[in-house]
């Protein structure tokens, strides 16, 4: 029962019926109006608040979570083929600053990682870990994957140092030769977890879209990523030429 009335709820609020700001009717309220208990009415209210649709204020009741402006992330092969940050191009175009911090250290591909990059399992990796900003907000996540093989001992091997820091793959890829023909990208969903709800200042049980990309030249995957985005925030436009 408590799923049905968190649905009935979340309902409203997706149609505007209850609209940023509402406060929705209390425990008791609602245990009268569906007719359940009042643990019932509070497990619907508390599955709502998780799911960020709802907020909780201390001493005044529930109210409908105010949702942040949606705004438009372009996936543009043409973007990112031409050099530089594809994402600070991006900001840049909405009138925002795009920054972010990395973190890069060597491991072990684990046997995901192998299958998409076409390794073999526990091959090194470097691994890069990334939170992007726009005017200092937190809006996405990236974790990416090059093989150690391609990029051990040139300038690249530290995504973020040395002279090529903060380009896009493509243009780095290219520094040492390897030019890359194609860009893999499958968009998926899910729960967000807890060490991405605290890194973009989003409530648990907030859906993220998963967006897994592979890079690929003549020699192979050269990086595959998994970039997450909140979909409260953003929605993804693809741009795709047309020869």
Known sequence: ??????????????????????????RHELA????????VAVQAVRLLVTEGYLEARPGSGTYVRQRPTVRRMMRSWYRESRGG???????????????????????KATPTVAERLNITEDDAVMCTQYVFRADDEP???STSWEPLALTRGTAIMMPEQGPHA???????MRAIGLDIATAEEVLT?????ANEAELLHEPLGSIVMVVRRTYTG?????ETADIVVPVDRYELAYITPVE
Not at 6 to 19: E, M, N, S, Y
Not at 32 to 39: A, P, T
Not at 166 to 172: E, I, L, S, T
């Open 189 to 193: 969903a899910r729960a967000i977890l």
């Open 1 to 26: 029962m408590y799923l049905r009335i968190a649905d009935d709820l979340r309902r409203q609020i997706v149609d505007g019926r209850l609209a940023a700001g509402d406060k929705v009717p209390s």
């Open 166 to 172: 903060g380009q896009g793959v493509v243009a780095r």
């Open 218 to 222: 003549e020699q192979g995957p050269v």
């Open 139 to 141: 809006v996405m996540l």
């Open 85 to 107: 940050s594809p994402f600070r191009a991006d900001m840049e175009e909405q009138s925002r600053a795009g920054t972010w911090t990395s973190s890069s250290t060597t491991e």
């Open 32 to 39: 009268r109006e569906y007719e359940v208990s009042d643990r």
